[in-house]
């Protein structure tokens, strides 16, 4: 029996089997032996997740563009499925061929949250590979990451065999070229290896040593002689001319964005000094309105989707915003295609916007105060005060939401009682205001609903908390209790993370290669799914730091600003003294504007990476019809 | 102008729920620029009803959906426009218009015939069986029902007909929809728990053959005149 026939026998056995089909509509499906390289494309969680995810749609047809490169996908299999495999004798397969994956080329993983680690060790395991680059050889696929979180790709250095660090639309297509080429020519696995290392924005980290001294820090990071020292992350420049898929896959389950994406514009520089994306993502990068007007025609019929998503990590800062959405819902209103907006600022514009594509019927507003008290968001650069909390609070609800979910991190630098206590005042005195516009309201308006939702602060790499110590356990719990407490009553919701998922996503964000053996110990004692709280065991990954000495105080604990960090042979195009000057900022309460509005706040990126602002977005703004 | 559809669903898309093939047509429509009606309202649907929902694992030869236009457009035309934009597995097989007064393929179809490949051990008299079985007086079964306490029914005046095709392989003729209905699970279990050597069988050994209006015990098709009455 084939596999095809196998699948299609067994899958009753397993929840949600459209999972493991493939042929979704758009799919791109080549004949094995018509072409000279195969990559699959391997996203270490659930399809619903991996299919709502850009980057990887990006890279699946830029690469199948071209004909002599087979390019399927890979997601990572429920625990049902796995034992299914198991059982049946099925290895890791890609969908479209249902071929093995380990007999392509390249099998390209995307890092895009530390909790899918063991999972990437499990499906190298899956496609029956050796776990560790230093036990495969040239028969094996290449195993190569890239992504979110490849700017710290320490912990699971050891697994990969190269990293492609930064946009991988820039490179990837010839890296996968000469992948092929040194495969054909028969190269040892080392040999290889150190001829890729020549590539832009290529890491293989076989080839760097790492030190400790006897404090257990790194005292060198050493790259093998004729090696780069640093390796250069790779930016698109002209976003707008950049490819844009517009062929997208339709899937037949929902899955968590089951729209169609336009991504409008790349980056952001509001320079919040938790978030590594607005560090790693600049310069900021815009579409043209007549690029995006385009694309979404394009998208919209291929793929019969009703809706549009516009998305970026700050959407409404794009410059042509307002005119964009009013284009488009022109455009659409008669064909009954709906628009979207991925992220909403805490202001009246954003509400005015949102009303304007009239969301109101579909859910509530979510906006972002990070910080419960002016003063914390100060330190944090969240440029907003309480008061644009309750003028956008009250616009929402003026214009007929009755239901807002507030978002806020616990355990922020620096952060005292009363920062926690300002997160209830806040939420209650939005609540209060909901309650009275609904009082004074001539239309029928649900009970107000405010949801509280309040993640762990984890310091990241390549922003300016990197060095700060992360908060403990007990610190979590009793914030969280307090919330517990005085968040409850009729009308509010409260929510938050699981105090040892955020503890351990800690150890790893700042981890270094030494926690390689705690994931593999992890995966063997069954930690799968590790960021899906129903699967997350935390007796596991005890057990597992423990068996190898690792104390967790030594990755939680702070940095000091001298330190060798273990990302420090990455370049993000990010000058360290300036994450340091907003590091001490953030300590004395200081503002940075954005230096799209304001004076340039040299962080170098402009200037490092022969990359450059593109805010084009309000240019060349042209009748569509 | 309201036009009533029978398809296929086949192998590839055995997994897909019923909600799942919904949205596969409702973006069909859309990519093959099918000009369809629209409720009213904040949030405007496709005016789009589907048969009774095919369980998943289980393929359909002939399945059924309605859906209204927003403009007349031949049957033949828009079979052919959709059949461009639908995904392997789904198959158009016949598009007629009916009446807008027609009554919804789910009031109208009450029978199904389900065909199931059977685990019976070998050398059975499976007509012998099925002889027995269709002389019981009564054949009770527990039915499992979301969030509600189980119950027990009897699938007796409910099925209809069971036939041999090929060895182990059987057509049953039963109840479908609000006013009575079968399920195959509960079928293969009553089969099961009488008969020492059949055993129960996973929806991926059955197809539905086809769902019909059943009038003083003749089958009729969804199209036929004698539902639509047009």
């Known amino acids: ?625 | 102008m309201l036009i009533r559809t029978k398809y296929a669903k086949l192998k590839p898309l055995r997994y897909i729920s019923h909600l799942e093939l919904m949205n596969v047509l409702r973006r069909a429509f859309r990519r093959a620029e099918i000009p369809t009606a629209f409720t009213g309202g904040f949030n405007p649907h496709v005016k789009l009803s589907l048969s009774q929902p095919l369980s998943v694992g289980m393929t359909g030869c002939s399945e059924y959906f309605d859906l209204e236009l927003a403009e007349e457009m031949p049957p033949k035309i828009f079979r052919e426009k959709l059949s461009v934009f639908l995904p392997a597995g789904l198959e158009l097989l016949e598009t007629r218009e009916v009446s807008a007064a027609t009554k919804s393929l789910q009031a109208v179809a009450d029978t199904a015939i389900y065909r199931i490949t059977m685990n019976i051990d070998d050398g059975l008299d499976e007509e012998r069986i099925i002889k027995d079985f269709m002389s019981l007086p009564e054949i009770k079964v527990t039915r499992e029902r979301r969030n509600k306490k189980d119950r027990v029914i009897d699938l007796k005046p409910m099925i209809h007909n069971i036939e041999i095709i090929d060895q182990a392989v059987w057509d049953f003729t039963v109840s479908t929809g609000s006013r009575g209905n079968v399920r195959t699970e509960e079928l293969l279990r009553a089969l099961a728990e009488r008969f020492e050597g059949i055993k129960e069988v996973p929806e991926v050994n059955i197809e539905r053959r086809g769902l019909y209006k059943r009038i003083n015990d003749e089958l009729y098709q969804p199209f036929a005149k004698k539902v639509t009455g047009s």
């Open chain 1, 1 to 625: 029996m084939n596999l095809e026939e196998k699948l299609d026998k067994n899958l009753y056995r397993v929840s949600k089997p459209e999972r493991y089909i493939g042929s979704e509509w758009n799919q791109i499906k080549k004949e094995w032996d018509e072409v000279r390289t195969r990559v699959v494309l391997a996203f270490p969680d659930v399809y619903e997740i991996g299919m709502s995810h850009l980057g990887l749609k990006i890279l699946y047809h830029l690469l199948n563009k071209r004909d002599d490169i087979l390019c399927e996908r890979v997601y990572a299999p429920w625990p049902d499925m796995e034992e299914l495999m198991e059982k049946e004798e099925i290895p890791l397969f890609s969908l479209e061929g249902k071929h093995s994956v380990n007999k392509f080329d390249i099998l390209a993983f995307t890092l895009q949250y530390e909790m899918g680690y063991t999972n990437i060790i499990n499906m190298i395991n899956l496609a029956g590979l050796p776990l560790y680059s230093n036990e495969r050889n040239r028969d094996h696929p290449l195993v190569i990451g890239g992504g979110a979180v490849v700017y710290n790709p320490e912990p699971v250095a050891p697994f990969f065999d190269l990293f492609f660090i930064g946009e991988a639309e820039t490179g990837i297509v010839n890296l996968v070229d000469k992948i092929k080429e040194y495969r054909e020519e028969g190269l040892l696995r080392e040999e290889m290896l150190r001829k890729l290392s020549n590539l832009p924005g290529v890491y293989i980290p076989s080839l760097y040593q790492i030190d400790y001294d006897n404090s257990g820090r790194i005292s060198a990071i050493t790259p093998a002689d004729g090696i780069k020292e640093k390796i250069d992350r790779q930016i698109i420049s002209d976003l707008d001319k950049a490819f844009y898929p517009t062929e997208f896959m339709v899937p037949y389950m929902d899955i968590v964005h089951d729209r169609a994406t336009l991504e409008i514009s790349r980056g952001c520089t509001r320079g919040c000094r938790f978030c590594v994306a607005g560090m790693s993502y600049r310069p900021v990068r815009e579409r043209k309105i007549s690029t995006l007007v385009d694309l979404a025609d394009r998208i919209l019929a291929s793929t019969g989707y009703d809706e549009v998503s516009l998305t970026s990590l700050s959407t409404v800062d794009y410059s042509g915003i307002h005119d964009l959405i009013r284009i488009l819902t022109e455009r659409y209103q008669e064909k009954k295609v709906s628009i979207s907006l991925s992220s909403l600022r805490v202001d009246e514009f954003s509400v005015e916007l949102a009303r304007e594509i009239q969301q109101v019927r579909k859910s509530g507003l979510t906006f972002a105060p990070e910080a419960g008290t002016d003063r914390l968001r100060k330190v944090i650069n969240k440029g907003i005060k309480e008061d644009d909390l309750f003028q956008a609070a009250e616009a929402a609800f003026k214009a007929g939401w009755s239901s807002i979910k507030l978002y806020f991190m616990l355990g922020l630098p620096t952060e005292t009682d009363e920062d926690v206590d300002g997160i209830v005042d806040l939420a209650r005195r939005v609540l209060e205001i909901g309650r009275r516009i609904r009082q004074e309201s001539n239309n029928r308006m649900k009970p107000i609903q405010i949801h509280v939702s309040v993640s762990t602060f984890i310091p990241k790499p390549f922003t300016p908390f990197q060095w700060v110590a992360m908060v403990d356990k007990e610190e979590i719990l009793k914030k969280q209790d307090y919330l517990r407490k005085n968040l409850r009553g009729r009308g509010l919701k409260l929510s938050w993370d699981e105090p040892d998922l955020s503890v351990l996503e800690g150890i790893f964000a700042r981890g270094d290669r030494r926690l390689a053996p705690v994931l593999e110990t992890a995966w063997k004692l069954g930690a799968r799914f590790d960021g899906w709280n129903e699967l997350f065991r935390s007796d596991i990954w005890k057990k597992a730091l423990q068996v190898n000495g690792i104390n967790e105080q030594d990755y939680l604990t702070s940095r000091n600003t001298g330190d060798i960090l273990p990302w420090a042979h990455i370049n993000l195009g990010i000058k360290e003294g300036f994450l340091q000057k907003e590091y001490d900022r953030a300590l004395n309460e200081e503002f940075t504007p954005d230096c799209r509005f304001k004076s340039c706040t040299g962080c170098d990126i402009c200037f490092s990476l022969d990359s450059t602002m593109e805010i084009v977005g309000a240019d060349n703004i042209v009748n569509q019809d």
